[in-house]
Each structure stands twice: as structure tokens, then as C-alpha cells.
């Protein structure tokens, strides 16, 4: 069966320093994969989306960046966090016509 | 703007009344529209996915329906019960040239069960 892991699960940064998230699927090839951040009482907003290695789009400019060094793993990076990085991340990975799997998203709040 | 539109953005039922959730989007084409369910800080779980020429999905009391000609959907919830309180998210599945099963989501309806 299938997986999804994410991690960590809360992390408290202060502004400035670096991020470094990560996201790994089990059980599947290929998936097309998703980072998403959520902040409070709003719905979720994609931040990147990848069909394969190497190849990520970007769907809004931000301080944030995606790279998917091997076919399972999606990784969300800062050089250097705001006080608006903060928020609800999630990482997803879906087939064209399976339903998306999330992770259990990880609390930033960068101080 | 968003090309997926969820309506009302939320709502108040009693415990055992039924309500309808809906959807509005303006993709195309899509391969399949999606209903989630958010528990406050969790990930999103699926309820029903629907492919563009299904109208209509059940999965226990939520009952999803779909009107590709409106470009419409509902998430119908029967007998509602405390734990449905949550986030209830529209997804569509785009399949443009581009944006191959790209997932576009809405905003989301926030759902408050009340005893």
C-alpha cells in the first residue's frame, strides 16, 4: 500500500534562518506531488507541483523554493524564512485518477 | 481568481439535520472533481472522486453530485453528526496540456455541528 511521510510535524524557526521540509511516498512510482500551505481559517493554497524529477512548477512567487531530487521525494526549502512563511504545509502525491494522499503537515511559526 | 468557488464559505446545522455544500468551478477540461474532508490541523481525506461523466457519488451520509454541463458539484451530508464538523474542500483534477493532473482546490466550506 501506499504512503505518504512528512516530517517534522511542528517546527518553530526564527526569521532568517533556513527551511528545509521533506516529503516522502511509499508504495508508488511516478507520482505527481504537491506542496501546499494552509494558512489559518483559509483554505489551501498550492505552492508547487511536480510530474517528475526535476521538473517543478511554481504556482505563486514567493521566498519559498521545491526540488524533487529522486522520483519519491519532495523537499520545500528557504534560504531565509519571514514572519509570513508561517503556517500549515502539507505534501500530497496523487495518480492522474487516484485521489491525493496527504501528509499530516507540518506547524511552522517562524519567530 | 480561484477557478474552483466553494459556497456558503461556512455553515451552523443541528446535530441530525442534513445540508448540501457547493461548488463551482471553471476548469477545463478536468478528469475527475474531488470532495475532502479537513479535520483543524490535519490533512485533507477523501470522500468521493468523480470522474466528468458520473453524476453522482455516495460514501456513507456524504453523497457527492456533479453537473458537468453547469460545471457544478454538491457534497450533500445526511443526518449530520458532531465528528462532520470540519473543512469540507472541492478539488478538481485539471488535465489541460499544461497542467496534467494538476489539483486545483477551493477554499473550502468550514462546517460547525452544533448538539
Known amino acids: 500500500s501506499q504512503t505518504i511521510h512528512q516530517w517534522p510535524a511542528t517546527l518553530v524557526q526564527p526569521v532568517g534562518s533556513p527551511l528545509s521540509l521533506e516529503c516522502t511516498v511509499e508504495g508508488t512510482s511516478n507520482p505527481n506531488l504537491y506542496w501546499y500551505r494552509q494558512a489559518a481559517g483559509r483554505g489551501l493554497q498550492l505552492l508547487f507541483y511536480?510530474?517528475?524529477?526535476?521538473?517543478i512548477s511554481s504556482e505563486v512567487p514567493q521566498n519559498l523554493s521545491a526540488s524533487r531530487p529522486q522520483d519519491r521525494q519532495f523537499i520545500l526549502s528557504s534560504k531565509k524564512l519571514l514572519l509570513s512563511d508561517s503556517g500549515f504545509y502539507l505534501c500530497?502525491?496523487?495518480?492522474?485518477?487516484?485521489?491525493?494522499?496527504f501528509g499530516q503537515g507540518t506547524r511552522l511559526t517562524v519567530v | 481568481k480561484n477557478q474552483v468557488e466553494q459556497s456558503p464559505q461556512s455553515l451552523i446545522i443541528l446535530e441530525g439535520k442534513n445540508c448540501t455544500l457547493q461548488c463551482n468551478y471553471t476548469v477545463s477540461p478536468f478528469s475527475n472533481l474531488r470532495w475532502y474532508k479537513q479535520d483543524t490541523g490535519r490533512g485533507p481525506v477523501s470522500l468521493t472522486i468523480m470522474t466528468f461523466s458520473e453524476n453522482t457519488k455516495s460514501n456513507g451520509r456524504y453523497t457527492a453530485t456533479l453537473d458537468a454541463d453547469t460545471k457544478q458539484s454538491s457534497l450533500h451530508i445526511t443526518a449530520s453528526q458532531l465528528s462532520d464538523s470540519a473543512s469540507y474542500i472541492c478539488?478538481?483534477?485539471?488535465?489541460?496540456?499544461?497542467?496534467?493532473?494538476?489539483?486545483?482546490f477551493g477554499a473550502g466550506t468550514q462546517v460547525v455541528v452544533t448538539p
Open positions: 511536480s510530474v517528475g524529477i526535476g521538473q
Open positions: 478539488v478538481v483534477n485539471l488535465m489541460t496540456t499544461d497542467s496534467w493532473g494538476k489539483l486545483q
Open positions: 500530497a502525491w496523487s495518480g492522474v485518477n487516484t485521489e491525493a494522499f
